[in-house]
């Protein structure tokens, strides 16, 4: 059964209400910034790969990360990261 449209409103708007009332967790907010971060540093490290970053190992993002960041130190790349 389907609650009619009134209804269906009310528990629109209390889904509302209980969503703002839930804070976001130091922990949550740190690896949010992880992850804007990672998709940061992917977009960058592309250039470096024949590969998408984003289905790289751990390995081998940390070397491109390594590679990347020795390239600034010689005048290679523009920012580090």
Known sequence: MHPNKETQEALDEADKKIINMIKVSDMAQQELKYDKDFEKNCIILNQFSSEPVERATVRKYF??????????????AKNKI
């Not at 070397?63 to 290679?76: A, M, P, Q």
């Open 63 to 76: 070397t491109l990360l390594e590679h990347y960041n020795d390239s600034i130190k010689h005048g290679r």
